[in-house]
């Protein structure tokens, strides 16, 4: 399908589904249209979530996510440090975007994750299934840190969803070159 084809795809669901609060990966890295339409139409309905943006967290400190999205999903991998994490999490809320914590393939039971994920004030985590042991445990990790911050009369708790606006910026037109109006007149007598 087209990229035109595909934003018609999704503005649909997410008017026939309004419980759709994310799209994740909607197009490719490449597709600056696709992002741009479906920005225009969409971000103000559902997060448009950059994952493939964000494979290396390290690279997006050297190098600006070129295309528009409201929230970056970080696959925290071995060679991931915690400060590039902070740094990288940081970032994205400094420019009003959203943070997606998420576990990469293969993950152990280890449950830092789940920290990470609140104290980075994280929007969402993308752990996998609760079929899955190691999945299992992140998630029984949250809920053990939203009983003691409850306990502790810290838990806050999202009213409604706000969504960044984040239509693209426009691009200047080039000018036209006199001689080609010159010769489009020449062409029409």
């Excluded at 139409?41 to 997006?60: A, F, M, T, W």
């Excluded at 939203?146 to 691009?171: H, T």
Aim: net charge negative.
């Amino acid at each position: 399908k087209s990229a035109d084809e595909m934003v018609e795809l999704y503005v649909d669901l997410v008017t026939r589904y309004p419980q759709i609060v994310g799209i994740i990966d909607p197009f490719t890295v490449q597709d600056r249209y696709g992002w741009s339409t479906l920005a225009e139409r969409l971000s103000d309905k559902c997060y448009l979530i950059g994952e493939e943006n964000y494979k290396k967290p390290h690279d997006v400190l050297a190098e600006p996510i070129s295309v528009i999205h409201s929230g970056g999903l970080l696959c925290i991998q071995h060679t991931t440090t915690v400060s590039c994490v902070l740094d990288v999490c940081k970032q994205l809320q400094d420019n009003g975007k959203c943070v997606v914590i998420s576990a990469s393939r293969g993950e152990t039971s280890d449950t830092c994750l789940a920290d990470i994920a609140v104290a980075v004030g994280a929007r969402f985590v993308k752990f996998g299934g609760l079929q899955r042991g190691e999945c299992t445990s992140k998630y029984n990790r949250l809920i053990e840190i939203e009983e003691l911050l409850s306990e502790n009369g810290k838990l806050s708790v999202y009213e409604e969803y706000e969504f960044p606006s984040i239509l693209p910026i426009a691009e200047e037109e080039p000018e036209a070159d006199g001689d080609t109006n010159e010769i489009c007149d020449e062409i029409g007598e």
